[in-house]
């Protein structure tokens, strides 16, 4: 707008130069001359104008632009903090489940153990038990009246 109010002070001062030396000059020659440059100036100044104005246009639209792209990449910097903001809660939520899935494989290892420890002494068990099968025939009468220990 600053450019609007130097052209404003200059066609101000311009105008009141041109009307005063056509109040002072006398003769009518020298008027229509002077009026007809006078004429000739404003018309230069009107298109000078003209193209200020245009010149502002152009700004102002160039301004609304750039506020809109302003706007934009607000957007997108608010919408980046949130993913970020959420990006920190997931490192958290990964940690935990890094820990609860190592405490959850040595939890499963020593269940492994203890099912393979399970299944020799079920081997075993079962190996004894075949061994002994065919004595208990033979004395089978002895040792049914007799209470059997139990297994552990």
């Given at each position: 707008?600053?450019?609007m109010?130097?052209?404003?002070l200059?066609?101000s001062?311009?105008?009141s130069?041109?009307v005063h030396?056509?109040m002072i000059?006398?003769?009518s020659?020298?008027k229509?001359?002077?009026t ?17 104005e245009?010149q502002?246009?152009?700004l102002?639209?160039?301004v ?6 302003i ?5 997108q ?12 809660e ?7 489940l890094?820990?609860e899935?190592?405490?959850l494989?040595?939890?499963?290892r020593e ?5 393979d ?9 079962k190996?004894?038990?075949k061994v002994?099968?065919?004595s208990n025939?033979a004395?089978g009468a ?6 059997q220990?139990?297994?552990s």
């Amino acid at each position: 707008m600053t450019l609007m109010y130097v052209l404003c002070l200059f066609f101000s001062r311009h105008r009141s130069r041109e009307v005063h030396q056509n109040m002072i000059r006398t003769g009518s020659d020298r008027k229509l001359t002077e009026t007809s440059e006078a004429e000739q100036q404003a018309k230069d100044m009107k298109r000078l104008l003209a193209k200020a104005e245009q010149q502002i246009r152009k700004l102002q639209e160039k301004v609304a632009d750039q506020k809109q792209q302003i706007r934009e990449l607000q957007a997108q910097a608010k919408h980046e903090d949130g993913l970020a903001a959420e990006r920190e809660e997931l490192k958290v939520e990964i940690a935990d489940l890094k820990g609860e899935i190592k405490e959850l494989t040595r939890a499963n290892r020593e269940h492994v153990e203890k099912v393979d420890a399970l299944r020799v002494e079920n081997a075993k068990l079962k190996a004894g038990a075949k061994v002994h099968s065919p004595s208990n025939r033979a004395t089978g009468a002895d040792l049914r009246g007799s209470p059997q220990p139990l297994l552990s």
